[in-house]
């Protein structure tokens, strides 16, 4: 079954998508699309990296996107620039470093494209082995840190009020975005990590009661999207990253219509921001 | 189960020349305050005078650039921050919300949201709850976890007077039937209410601090919150005297002073005022001058 180059893009979408989902919401409740984007792009200067030091590609993807979110954390402290000008500087010059250095190196041949968007159906079963590990590593983690990660989420201070922790729930995060980006760069590729983070996840929102059941819908509502976009970019012959965004694109397009009167019904009062 | 008051003299933190230092400029400096089990210290003072900043010394969330902070061994603290802002992509009922730091049961979940009138609330998007509401489910939450430290930043924002009375006297209550220290912040002089024992001005530094009527005689207390601040402790006020327009006072016996204070000779009761609440614990009723004589 393995042999089948649809079916291992197949297995290996639905692991990825399964760890994206309850991620994807913690970065989408703590307003962290644009850092997740910036950890993404980063990976390219992983990429550079890997080929210049000819260390493994996971590795190196890995480590430079913890260094710029530590970096990102520790720039934020200073509060010389606003959050979001940090994450663009960062975001943008990573790439573009990541591309530069490439450019470079002009006795390696590499095909920028499967980078920058993916190419799922080269996948090997060495792939899927690591996508479900890693995956396993991750969403175990998340579970063992949930009401830590929750809590702080709703409010750090709080959260260390009361004794869970926060710092080492938001290290853990990262760690976890990290491994998750270096998962996930080869099937959905660079540029589209965050699409696969975030709309599974919004998605999930109106179709949930609870933190824990949102996390729980997000990976299936993302699981869906991988087939209905795989099989969509086999019949239309359509790239198969982006087909999957689309598909996911649909799906959350498809959960306002049935739900619209609930948003309706939503008084306005009571914001607590 | 700490429903057990605890012995009086057990102290739970203990601030002892705290101060926080950000980009080179002191939010607060020279904090010294205890808190015991069963003992309510409020914390008044202007905005930006560190009452927030003093409130996370005390509960560990920031660690002090000077001084230090002493806790007792395994203390359980229950927090109500000031601000608290919950992302709409968030589904998160108040059910949830009781249960965000820890393990809860039902029956005590549901008898500390009936303490504050919020049982109706239990599936209510936290979202959708109005700013009285979201404060009494706060302090119901930091409550059900039986804390021996309840700390309580400015915990009747956005309530209503009838229900800012009513909260006040919860506070009291709780104080009573669980004997745990409650840190409570107030930038609202005019409530700071009786069953507190101990009240501490802030402003940058201590101020002053003493029993809310010691406080409120204070010459310290008079210059920082001017006339505003006559309203203090205003259960207790024996109202023997005058404020005239031109900020002078007429007393019962007639004449005209600068200022009203008990030592003038011009009020019945000196300085014996009367409480609205017994406390459990009673406690001596010390002289304005000998509390508030108390300076940074």
Partial sequence: MLDDFFVRALLAGIGLALTTGPLGCLVVWRRMAYFGDTMAHSALLGVALSLFFQINLLVSVFVVAVAVSLL????????????????????????????????????????????????????????????????????????????????????????????????????????????????????????????????PAATARRLSSSPEAMAVTASLVGALAVVLGLFGSLYQDTPSGPSIVVAALALFVISLLPLGSRIIHRSPAGDQT | MLMQPRPQESVLVTLSGAGIRRQGRWLVRGVDLSIKAGEIVTLIGPNGAGKSTTAKMATGILKPDEGSLTAAAGLKIGYVPQRLSIDRTMPLTVERLMRLTGPLDTATLMAALEQVQAGHLLKAEVQNLSGGEFQRVLLARAVARKPDLLVLDEPVQGVDFAGEVALYDLIGTIRDKTGCGILLISHDLHMVMAATDTVICLNGHVCCRGTPAAVSQSDDYRRLFGDVGRGLAVYNHQHDHTHLPDGRVRHLDGSVTDHCHPDDGHHHHGHDHQHDHDYAHGHGKPTGAERAADHA
């Fill in chain 1, 72 to 199: 990102l954390l520790l720039l934020q402290k200073r509060q010389a620039l606003s959050a979001d000008s940090l994450l663009g500087i960062l975001s943008h010059s990573t790439l573009a470093i990541g591309l530069v250095l490439v450019a470079f190196m002009t006795w390696v041949r590499i095909d920028l494209i499967a980078f920058l968007f993916g190419d799922i159906l080269a996948v090997t079963p060495a792939d899927i082995a690591f996508i479900w590990i890693g995956g396993a590593v991750v969403l175990g983690f998340v579970v063992y840190l949930w009401r830590s990660l929750i809590a702080s989420t709703v409010s750090p201070d709080l959260a260390e009020a009361e004794g869970l922790k926060p710092e080492r729930a938001q290290l853990a995060f990262m760690l976890l975005m990290a491994l998750v980006i270096a998962i996930a760069m080869k099937i959905v590729g660079i540029m589209l990590i965050t699409a696969l983070l975030i709309i």
